[in-house]
């Protein structure tokens, strides 16, 4: 027996030894992070007024970016990442956000510090000047300044209605579709609620940069064109403003059967994907009237029932309250039948 045991404790020994072995073998051979300091990164440097930024051979200007966005994130490789053969280095693209700045010593004068943020298209300039002032501002990229006043003024384009998931999630509309009826004006009165919106955008010829010219508006089975620049919205934070105002807003009706149903589609994929269904108002109002019914409704019309029928199986001590609980819970349940009328009526 003890001979049996020493032999079961060598093999073990004997295992443990080889997998560490085995270990320290595959250790050894995955690619050591070489740090930062072995990334060969461009410096973003700024004229004296700061409304001209450079980086990388590239030429940035101050213009109001509020509408636009650039799509090249997902073009570029940043810093490392680890995969299951070990830690791997790639410095292929490295985005202006994580590059170095330089200051004149003039400007180190007056500031603090600055922050960048964007990718090689479109930049966002926060300065923190030692006198505690604040300034933020965007940049484009000079070469990309043609696509910039084409797509401010174009109509008559392909516009793309993005939806939020899943990827790739897209629906191209012809400009002409979104123009061809005359412009009807909305107000908060005329719909209980807009159901739906949904931005669209006008790209470059290279996709790189594209602009949001306004937003496809579903209100039950209509659907509308809302243009930014014929209505006066800008800023999408006034836009939401301007949207819920008292006023109203004139929107241009989609008729188009191919149109309205290529968006439905989407609209559908948005919502069987993961959780796009939290931001379906039909199915959101279905789950709010069946817990409202399951509380105001369900469970006093349980008690009730029950009250009713114990206040007459049970002697006088309790008949009363029994019976004071069951005349409540009527009532409840009556003026809940009311508030549910008087509301679907409004």
């Known amino acids: 027996m003890k001979k049996l045991i020493s032999i079961f404790i060598s093999v073990l020994i004997a295992a443990i030894g080889l997998s560490v072995t085995s270990i320290a073998t595959s250790v050894s051979t995955l690619v050591p ?44 490789e940043i810093g490392y990442y680890e995969d299951y053969d070990g830690v791997v280095s790639t410095d292929d693209i490295m985005l202006p956000q994580w590059a170095e700045y330089e200051l004149s010593e003039t400007q180190k004068e007056t500031v603090h510090s600055v922050e960048i943020y964007g990718d090689d298209i479109i930049l966002n300039v926060s300065i923190n000047y030692r006198d505690g002032t604040y300034y933020s501002y965007d940049v484009l990229r000079t070469d990309y300044l043609d696509d910039y006043d084409k797509l401010l003024t174009t109509k008559g384009d392909v516009y793309t209605l993005h939806f939020d998931y899943p990827e790739n999630n897209e629906v191209d509309i012809d400009c002409d579709i979104l123009f061809e009826n005359e412009p009807k004006h909305i107000t908060p009165s005329a719909f209980t609620s807009y159901d739906e919106y949904y931005e669209i955008y006008v790209s470059s010829d290279d996709g790189k940069l594209s602009f949001n010219p306004g937003m496809i508006i579903i209100c039950g089975d209509e659907y509308y064109y809302l243009d930014y620049e014929e209505s006066g919205a800008s800023l999408y934070l006034d836009f939401l403003e301007f949207y819920y105002s008292e006023e109203g807003f004139d929107a241009y009706p989609i008729t188009d059967e191919a149109t309205v149903a290529a968006i439905k589609e989407g609209q559908q994929l948005y919502y069987e994907d993961d959780y796009g269904y939290l931001q379906n108002d039909e199915l959101a109002d279905s ?37 004071g609980a069951s005349a409540f819970c009527l009532a409840e349940i009556v003026a809940f039948i009311i508030f549910l009328i008087v509301a679907n009526i409004k």
């Open 33 to 76: 992070n070489p740090g930062p300091e072995n990334v060969k990164q461009p410096v973003v440097t700024f004229s004296d007024d700061f409304k001209t930024v450079y980086y990388d051979d590239y030429e940035y200007v101050q213009k109001d970016l509020s509408m636009f966005i650039s799509n090249v994130d997902s073009d570029y």
């Open 287 to 323: 789950i709010s009237y069946f817990f409202l019914i399951m509380l105001f409704g369900v469970v006093p019309g349980c008690v009730c029932v029950v009250s009713f029928v114990y206040a007459i199986i049970k002697k006088k001590t309790y008949r009363k309250l029994l019976f």
